[in-house]
């Protein structure tokens, strides 16, 4: 298969370019800065793309790659920190005291190049560095600027290595894709496209070599990831897959029952429930801190998962829905990070109970799964659900849980969600829900006085849950969700609206 390859600096956008080539239907993966000159010669790229990063080429630490890209004979792309090693590898010269520059420029086109054909006139690039170009390496030429960069691309046409300072990965980048298109198409030459359909033949066969006749255990959540592989896995193997789904009561309202009906009546794929709710919630008694609750429903979970995944005792692998950013995660150059919140996974389990791990989608983004979930034929209102979190309603009812909490929690986000759907908006969110706050408020029903909850609302804009913004509703749809929250649900009598965004908040109340 035709690959670019993009190596990492550690700039916040390189998992965007991966994906903007992956739109473009080219394959595209990351890997870090410090890669060995094997590796990247037993992956034959078309081309190489350097990503940008925070460091200066002349810091210290400056990430710098172990060998010579630009011996390779491959065509190269360097965006930003991507364009000033180029410079400083090859012999120009980057000036560390220039000016700081972020936000919108215009492109000025000195020189026709096929990496601009189709690129208007001053199209609006997006500008994000601190050092910049001062002389260029001999062999090379500007064939753009902008009003405050000189150099806002260069090129050296027999070699095929282009650089630039601006992000054409980013979506203010107006013709940014193009750009990248015609590095890709027109420079690397790819020719192939890529299709879903032959993906999915070709893991589908992946599979079955590797696992042979031994049987998979899969942890069925209910999200579309999981679901998907099943769906896959089950495509695959047929009988050798067992699906568990442990229902921890912390669901959304009646999505255990809804689950096994879609995989009964749809998939024919049978899947064992096993009902712990109990377990849970009298765990989960007198418990009001988040990141205590994430960790008793994490170790809970992992603790039923491995009693249920022993009754098979001919399984010798456990299927996870692991996807690219996961894997990138944890070989990017990024710093650790401070724990914001425990994540709730089943990390850990494999090596515990000696099973094998396979992860079929760790080289996909989550759209990418989508798109897998279509061409299996899973539901489009199923394929197109917001992301729900491990610890379910548990971090959306703030204080202590019960079951009657959980019950009012359930409705009150039922019919948040039936009334997006129904105003056409479920699809311009990235994620909607309902939290109820441990807070009670004096109101007026019927002429009787009411102390009641109050129910919040979130809906978020995002593109990874990374950061996140509020959704603007059109006050009518919030009009009619806060009245018929009020008026069916006993046991809430205010309604108000999350207008947080992310950073500073994040998209989880807990
Ligand atoms: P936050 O609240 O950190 O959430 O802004 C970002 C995204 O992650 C989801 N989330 C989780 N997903 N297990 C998951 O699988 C978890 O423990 C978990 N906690 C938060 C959250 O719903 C949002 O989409």
């Known amino acids: 298969m035709e690959k670019i390859v993009i190596l990492d600096f550690g700039s916040q956008y390189t998992q965007i370019i991966a994906r903007k080539i992956r739109e473009l239907n080219v394959y595209a993966e990351i890997y870090p800065f410090s890669i060995d000159v094997d590796t990247i010669k037993a992956i034959s790229p078309k081309g190489i793309i350097l990503s940008g990063g925070p460091s200066s080429v002349y810091s210290e630490n400056a990430p710098i790659p172990k060998f010579d890209v630009f011996s390779l004979g491959v065509p190269v792309l360097g965006i930003c920190y991507g364009l000033q090693l180029i410079a400083y590898q090859l012999g120009g010269e980057v000036n560390k005291a220039a000016k700081r520059e972020y936000g919108r420029a215009n492109l000025i086109i000195d020189k026709a190049d096929s990496i601009f054909e189709g690129v208007s006139k001053n199209s609006q690039v997006w500008m994000s560095h601190g050092d910049s170009l001062t002389k260029i390496p001999d062999g090379f030429e500007i064939i753009a600027h902008t009003e405050n960069a000189p150099i806002a691309a260069i090129r050296n046409q027999e070699k095929k290595i282009y650089g630039v300072q601006f992000h054409p990965e980013v979506h203010h980048s107006l013709d940014g894709v193009k750009i990248l298109e015609n590095f890709v198409r027109q420079i690397c030459l790819c020719r192939e496209v890529l299709d879903m359909h032959s993906f999915v033949d ?39 897959l067992h699906c568990i789904h442990i229902d921890t009561g912390l669901m959304r309202f009646q999505e255990s029952a809804k689950l096994m009906k879609l995989f009964k009546d749809y998939f024919n794929i049978s899947i064992d429930l096993v009902d712990a709710s109990d377990v849970f919630l009298s765990r989960l008694k007198g418990v009001t801190d988040p990141e205590q609750k994430r960790k008793i429903i994490g170790n809970t979970f992992i603790e039923l998962f491995e009693i249920e995944a022993k009754k098979f005792n001919n399984a010798k692998w456990l299927a996870q829905g692991t996807l690219y950013p996961d894997v990138i995660e944890s070989v990017s150059v990024k710093g650790p990070s401070a724990v914001i919140k425990s994540h709730h996974n089943v990390g850990g389990l494999p090596e515990k109970m000696g099973l094998k791990l396979i992860e079929p989608f760790r080289d996909l983004f989550k759209d990418e799964v989508r798109a897998v979930g279509r061409q299996l034929g899973v539901p489009e209102w199923f394929v197109r659900r917001h992301p729900f979190p491990g610890p379910g309603l548990a971090i959306r009812i703030i204080g202590e849980i019960s079951q009657e909490r959980i019950e009012i929690l359930q409705k009150a986000d039922d019919i948040y969600i039936q009334e997006i759907t129904e105003a056409g908006l479920y699809d311009k969110i990235w994620q909607a829900f309902a939290v109820l706050l441990p807070v009670q408020s004096v109101g007026v029903m019927g002429d009787e006085r009411t102390y009641e909850n109050v129910c919040a609302l979130r809906a978020v804009t995002s593109v990874d849950g990374m950061t996140a913004d509020w959704f603007q509703f059109p006050y009518d749809v919030l009009a009619k969700i806060s009245n018929r929250i009020i008026n069916e649900i006993q046991g809430i009598n205010r309604v108000v609206y999350d207008i947080t965004s992310k950073p500073p908040g994040t998209i989880e109340w807990e």
């Open 202 to 240: 070709s893991v589908i066969k992946k599979i079955q070599d590797e696992v042979g006749a031994s049987e998979v255990i899969c942890a069925l959540s209910g999200g579309v990831d999981s679901t998907v592989l099943a769906v896959l896995l089950s495509k695959a193997i047929g009988n050798k």
